[in-house]
């Protein structure tokens, strides 16, 4: 920083003989030297030049007798890419040390100006009536002022005492302040906030300290201290070392005042990669209690998570195939003991192991296409899961272990280049520790096979519509069929009907059990892409998407046909999407499952500032999202879904904006939360004030900060949380 101020000092003393003007270059305009004292006067635009550093000046003056350089009128010194200025600047070449007057320098968006600058030496700097800002302005909207300054180029800098003014208006005052300077990450305390509420009383947050202990890790520490509510502490710790690991972790504890009562979280996540390929992934949650996240937390996102997983999973490439290892707890908060029967309070799973083989040729493939025949697209993969699995429920609890493994066997051609092809086989087992007569490692083996058929017909033509020139229609119908016999191979070495196989294995996970029978499936894929030329470029747009699918299978008892499930998504522009699911039930002649989903993006800019903006609706610069989601109740029953999320923002001018968020519940007719900001700029200041409602929490939130330093801030809150 003030370091740059004396970037001036020209060497060390010279301890080898030679002078040092002998080592420096210097130039002038005129130069006088005078042979009796050996002294030199550099006149007009004159400058010298040592190693990095160099000096501009109207006059240079170098005594041989006292040993000192001074540089007098508009003197400007220059170093590493770094400038300074001022009026005078003597420099004593025995000691090192030099001092100059009036200096005005530039460090990290700021500008430094001082009265005088002594240099002790290249690591120690002393300042007095020093002034600090990142305004640019000849008048500054703010600044920093300081008596005493001492710097530690690259380390810290202390200050006494230190006084806020705001257009010359003093507003805040420190006796003693301590920064670091370093470039990059560097610790030092944090700035707190103070402010009061009606629900916390009178309270001050963050107050912490912050420790950069390198560029790849560094720790947070702070409180919070609520007069009526609680005492708060928090660590939060991050690491990011490149193609290596990445992670962080939270520790939380608070005591409420209210019953002395302990809360407490931690939050951990890491993943890191070693240097044989295995991927390490950790992501740990504990709280002290189920309601911590609803009562806590201050994002309304986090409040209402219903669920706290934690889980450990390495995996890795074992020769072609990729192994994985995982353990994983979840904790379901919604489910509350005496409440509901049957809620499942927590599952554990571990070990989850887990080792597969891709696909991969049966028979190798000839390079030349003319040798290749219909056993060369003959594929086959291999799939294992081994699963131990605990399932507590509030009055009970079940373990359950097993292993289960896959393999098929599939082919794909295309006949006449038309008709696309794709038969399979696939055999199935499973193993488990018991079964439902608590017998020893049971199992089964069970198959199936089936057969898939596809095509694309396509249709193009020429239109006007929404500008696009050529339009794309694309027609995917398949079928396909799959059967598995009745009967399956137990490990007793005998076969049993897979109607049996419920009342005899468990059912958990991915653990399905042998099912027999027919199933045929259908869809039919439609597809409307547009084509136009749009400012010189080709855009290419998928327009609409219609999807078709039902299936039927002789086996099922009532109704053989499954409801046809129909998807359409429209993206007529950029600007809006909508997409409508549902299906309907051929039997009773019902639609069921309807939900549409409408989304609306728009923005406009200033048509004086951008005069290819496009489309306008007014001339601020603005944006906004709507997005629509709708769940109609059928057939009297009262399960209507009918909610509307809004986002506007406007730049009113260019120091005003404002922005507004909004959920909105149309069948209550209600508002779920809104919020609105107002924004200004102040030129090196920058204010926001924040109103949020919701039937959880109320309050608002008001911050000036410097936009140089945001940490630099005055602000207030009032929430619950």
Same mark, same amino acid.
């Given at each position: 920083?003030?370091?740059?101020?004396?970037?001036?000092?020209?060497?060390?003393?010279?301890?080898?003989?030679?002078?040092?003007?002998?080592?420096?270059?210097?130039?002038?305009?005129?130069?006088?030297?005078?042979?009796?004292?050996?002294?030199?006067?550099?006149?007009?635009?004159?400058?010298?030049?040592?190693? #990095?550093?160099?000096?501009?000046?109207?006059?240079?003056?170098?005594?041989?007798?006292?040993?000192?350089?001074?540089?007098?009128?508009?003197?400007?010194?220059?170093?590493?890419?770094?400038?300074?200025?001022?009026?005078?600047?003597?420099?004593?070449?025995?000691?090192?040390?030099?001092?100059?007057?009036?200096?005005?320098?530039?460090?990290?968006?700021?500008?430094?100006?001082?009265?005088?600058?002594?240099?002790?030496?290249?690591?120690?700097?002393?300042?007095?009536?020093?002034?600090?800002?990142?305004?640019?302005?000849?008048?500054?909207?703010?600044?920093?002022?300081?008596?005493?300054?001492?710097?530690?180029?690259?380390?810290?800098?202390?200050?006494?005492?230190?006084?806020?003014?705001?257009?010359?208006?003093?507003?805040?005052?420190?006796?003693?302040?301590?920064?670091?300077?370093?470039?990059?990450?560097?610790?030092?305390?944090?700035?707190?906030?103070?402010?009061?509420?009606?629900?916390?009383?009178?309270?001050?947050?963050?107050?912490?300290?912050?420790?950069?202990?390198?560029?790849?890790?560094?720790?947070?520490?702070?409180?919070?201290?609520?007069?009526?509510?609680?005492? #708060?502490?928090?660590?939060?710790?991050?690491?990011?070392?490149?193609?290596?690991?990445?992670?962080?972790?939270?520790?939380?504890?608070?005591?409420?005042?209210?019953?002395?009562?302990?809360?407490?979280?931690?939050?951990?996540?890491?993943?890191?990669?070693?240097?044989?390929?295995?991927?390490?992934?950790?992501?740990?949650?504990?709280?002290?209690?189920?309601?911590?996240?609803?009562?806590?937390?201050?994002?309304?996102?986090?409040?209402?998570?219903?669920?706290?997983?934690?889980?450990?999973?390495?995996?890795?490439?074992?020769?072609?195939?990729?192994?994985?290892?995982?353990?994983?707890?979840?904790?379901?908060?919604?489910?509350?003991?005496?409440?509901?029967?049957?809620?499942?309070?927590?599952?554990?799973?571990?070990?989850?192991?887990?080792?597969?083989?891709?696909?991969?040729?049966?028979?190798?493939?000839?390079?030349?296409?003319?040798?290749?025949?219909?056993?060369?697209?003959?594929?086959?993969?291999?799939?294992?899961?081994?699963?131990?699995?605990?399932?507590?429920?509030?009055?009970?609890?079940?373990?359950?272990?097993?292993?289960?493994?896959?393999?098929?066997?599939?082919?794909s051609n295309r006949a006449g280049g038309i008709l696309a092809?794709?038969?399979?086989?696939?055999?199935?087992?499973?193993?488990?520790?018991?079964?439902?007569?608590?017998?020893?490692?049971?199992?089964?083996?069970?198959?199936?096979?089936?057969?898939?058929?596809?095509?694309?017909?396509?249709?193009?033509?020429?239109?006007?519509?929404?500008?696009?020139?050529?339009?794309?229609?694309?027609?995917?119908?398949?079928?396909?069929?799959?059967?598995?016999?009745?009967?399956?191979?137990?490990?007793?070495?005998?076969?049993?009907?897979?109607?049996?196989?419920?009342?005899?294995?468990?059912?958990?996970?991915?653990?399905?059990?042998?099912?027999?029978?027919?199933?045929?499936?259908?869809?039919?894929?439609?597809?409307?892409?547009?084509?136009?030329?749009?400012?010189?470029?080709?855009?290419?747009?998928?327009?609409?998407?219609?999807?078709?699918?039902?299936?039927?299978?002789?086996?099922?008892?009532?109704?053989?046909?499954?409801?046809?499930?129909?998807?359409?998504?429209?993206?007529?522009?950029?600007?809006?999407?909508?997409?409508?699911?549902?299906?309907?039930?051929t039997y009773t002649g019902k639609a069921q499952n309807i939900?549409?989903?409408?989304?609306? #993006?728009?923005?406009?800019?200033?048509?004086?500032?951008?005069?290819?903006?496009?489309?306008?609706?007014?001339?601020?610069?603005?944006?906004?999202?709507?997005?629509?989601?709708?769940?109609?109740?059928?057939?009297?029953?009262?399960?209507?879904?009918?909610?509307?999320?809004?986002?506007?923002?406007?730049?009113?001018?260019?120091?005003?904006?404002?922005?507004?968020?909004?959920?909105?519940?149309?069948?209550?007719?209600?508002?779920?939360?809104?919020?609105?900001?107002?924004?200004?700029?102040?030129?090196?200041?920058e204010a926001i004030f924040t109103r949020h409602v919701s039937?959880?929490?109320?309050?608002?939130?008001?911050?000036?900060?410097?936009?140089?330093?945001?940490?630099?801030?005055?602000? #207030?809150?009032?929430?619950?949380?």
């Amino acid at each position: 920083m003030l370091g740059v101020c004396l970037l001036l000092l020209l060497s060390q003393p010279d301890t080898t003989g030679v002078e040092p003007m002998e080592s420096m270059a210097y130039s002038a305009d005129s130069l006088v030297f005078s042979i009796t004292d050996e002294d030199l006067i550099l006149i007009g635009t004159a400058s010298i030049e040592h190693k #990095q550093m160099s000096i501009v000046a109207d006059t240079i003056r170098y005594s041989s007798t006292e040993e000192t350089v001074l540089a007098t009128g508009n003197v400007e010194i220059a170093e590493g890419g770094e400038t300074a200025t001022g009026t005078a600047l003597i420099y004593h070449t025995p000691t090192a040390t030099a001092r100059t007057f009036s200096t005005t320098s530039f460090y990290d968006r700021a500008q430094y100006n001082s009265e005088t600058v002594t240099m002790l030496s290249r690591d120690e700097f002393n300042l007095t009536n020093v002034v600090f800002t990142s305004c640019e302005k000849d008048t500054f909207d703010y600044y920093f002022w300081a008596e005493i300054m001492k710097v530690y180029p690259d380390d810290k800098a202390v200050a006494k005492p230190v006084i806020l003014y705001v257009e010359d208006t003093p507003v805040f005052w420190l006796p003693y302040v301590v920064f670091p300077i370093r470039r990059g990450r560097s610790s030092g305390f944090t700035i707190p906030t103070l402010g009061s509420s009606s629900r916390d009383g009178r309270y001050i947050r963050k107050v912490g300290y912050y420790f950069g202990f390198s560029d790849y890790i560094d720790l947070l520490i702070s409180s919070d201290l609520m007069e009526k509510t609680r005492f #708060q502490v928090t660590m939060t710790e991050r690491h990011n070392l490149r193609y290596v690991m990445n992670g962080r972790s939270r520790i939380q504890w608070r005591r409420q005042f209210e019953r002395s009562r302990d809360r407490w979280l931690i939050e951990s996540s890491h993943t890191q990669e070693l240097p044989d390929g295995t991927m390490v992934r950790l992501t740990g949650n504990f709280i002290s209690d189920r309601s911590y996240l609803e009562e806590t937390q201050q994002d309304p996102q986090d409040r209402m998570e219903g669920q706290l997983r934690s889980w450990l999973s390495l995996s890795r490439n074992i020769g072609r195939g990729s192994a994985q290892l995982n353990t994983e707890y979840t904790e379901y908060l919604d489910a509350l003991p005496d409440t509901i029967d049957n809620e499942i309070l927590s599952e554990l799973s571990a070990p989850d192991v887990r080792y597969n083989l891709p696909s991969a040729p049966v028979f190798s493939t000839p390079q030349d296409p003319v040798d290749r025949r219909i056993w060369h697209s003959l594929y086959w993969n291999f799939n294992s899961h081994y699963l131990s699995e605990k399932t507590e429920w509030e009055d009970s609890s079940l373990y359950n272990s097993g292993l289960r493994v896959s393999s098929s066997l599939s082919g794909s051609n295309r006949a006449g280049g038309i008709l696309a092809i794709s038969p399979w086989l696939k055999t199935t087992g499973t193993v488990y520790d018991r079964d439902l007569q608590e017998r020893k490692f049971p199992g089964w083996l069970h198959n199936s096979i089936g057969l898939a058929l596809s095509t694309d017909i396509y249709g193009m033509f020429s239109s006007n519509l929404a500008g696009y020139s050529v339009l794309r229609h694309t027609i995917s119908p398949s079928i396909s069929t799959s059967w598995a016999p009745d009967l399956y191979l137990a490990t007793d070495g005998n076969f049993h009907k897979t109607e049996d196989a419920d009342s005899l294995y468990y059912r958990f996970s991915d653990f399905s059990l042998p099912s027999s029978g027919t199933v045929v499936s259908f869809s039919l894929l439609n597809t409307l892409e547009g084509k136009r030329l749009s400012r010189g470029t080709i855009d290419k747009r998928t327009l609409a998407e219609l999807s078709l699918t039902s299936s039927w299978s002789p086996d099922r008892n009532e109704e053989e046909f499954t409801p046809v499930t129909a998807s359409l998504n429209l993206t007529p522009a950029q600007w809006i999407s909508s997409r409508v699911n549902g299906s309907y039930n051929t039997y009773t002649g019902k639609a069921q499952n309807i939900a549409l989903t409408t989304s609306i #993006q728009l923005s406009g800019n200033d048509p004086t500032m951008h005069p290819d903006s496009g489309f306008i609706l007014t001339p601020l610069s603005w944006r906004l999202n709507l997005s629509h989601n709708w769940s109609p109740s059928l057939y009297g029953e009262d399960d209507d879904l009918n909610k509307l999320r809004l986002t506007v923002s406007i730049d009113l001018t260019t120091r005003w904006a404002i922005n507004y968020r909004a959920y909105y519940d149309i069948t209550g007719d209600d508002f779920i939360s809104q919020n609105y900001s107002i924004m200004r700029d102040l030129d090196s200041w920058e204010a926001i004030f924040t109103r949020h409602v919701s039937d959880i929490d109320s309050g608002f939130y008001f911050r000036i900060n410097i936009k140089a330093f945001p940490d630099i801030k005055v602000e #207030q809150h009032t929430s619950s949380f």
